[in-house]
Antibody, heavy 118, light 107 residues
Framework: EVQLVESGGGLVQPGGSLRLSCAAS????????MNWVRQAPGKGLEWVSY????????YYADSVKGRFTISRDNAKNSLYLQMNSLRDEDTAVYYC???????????WGQGTLVTVSS | DIQMTQSPSSLSASVGDRVTITCRAS??????LAWFQQKPGKAPKSLIY???SLQSGVPSKFSGSGSGTDFTLTISSLQPEDFATYYC?????????FGQGTKVEIK
């Protein structure tokens, strides 16, 4: 069974940093690309970042470019999102999602809440 | 960026109704379109990919169609467990973009 479990969320002040983790199991992690997607309270879904299976290709949404860094450790079956210079508008539930062979997300984690507030 | 526009934003329907949600892309995306279902407090669940292919385990009451810029998601006979918010997403290019969501409520 495919499982994705996010952790690392919490309350942080504006300008602060946080590192999210996503532990993957139930599939061969090093064969799949991964995405982070977020959802602000009461709002829709927003794609945040993409990383290929070998980490050779990475993309970011303009809203987080230069502040967030996506990475992965295939030996540990883990995906990460380092978030720096956090802003109020980064407050959201952050989901990690596996990219299926066809290019879209097929499995999602349960999400971790990040709250940026003073 | 490709803009995805869903309609309606919300709808009220009764159990047993046939429901159709539309999604329009601001430029052609071939069939690189997915549909997700999200219930309150839960993660999105993948329903359909490649515009019309059902994800494994998803009941056949869900169907998708379309190509290019215009797409539809149809629920053939609405059941209580189907009341949720539905999102379309294009995966033709980066940045990936979602529709704003369609909330399906009980009439």
């Amino acid at each position: 069974e495919v499982q994705l479990v996010e952790s690392g969320g919490g309350l942080v002040q504006p300008g602060g940093s946080l590192r999210l983790s996503c532990a993957a199991s139930g599939f061969t992690f090093n064969k799949y690309s991964m995405n982070w997607v977020r959802q602000a309270p009461g709002k829709g879904l927003e794609w945040v970042s993409y990383i290929s299976s070998s980490s050779s290709t990475i993309y970011y949404a303009d809203s987080v470019k230069g502040r967030f860094t996506i990475s992965r450790d295939n030996a540990k079956n883990s995906l990460y999102l380092q978030m720096n210079s956090l802003r109020d508008e980064d407050t959201a539930v952050y989901y990690c999602a596996r990219m299926g062979y066809y290019g879209g997300n097929d499995y999602w984690g349960q999400g971790t809440l990040v709250t940026v507030s003073s | 960026d490709i803009q995805m526009t869903q309609s309606p934003s919300s709808l009220s329907a009764s159990v047993g109704d046939r429901v159709t949600i539309t999604c329009r892309a601001s430029q052609g995306i071939s069939n690189n379109l997915a549909w997700f279902q999200q219930k309150p407090g839960k993660a999105p669940k993948s329903l359909i990919y490649a515009a019309s292919s059902l994800q494994s385990g998803v009941p056949s009451k869900f169907s998708g169609s379309g190509s290019g810029t215009d797409f539809t998601l149809t629920i053939s006979s609405l059941q209580p467990e189907d009341f949720a918010t539905y999102y379309c997403q294009q995966y033709s290019t980066y940045p990936r973009t979602f529709g704003q969501g369609t909330k399906v409520e009980i009439k």
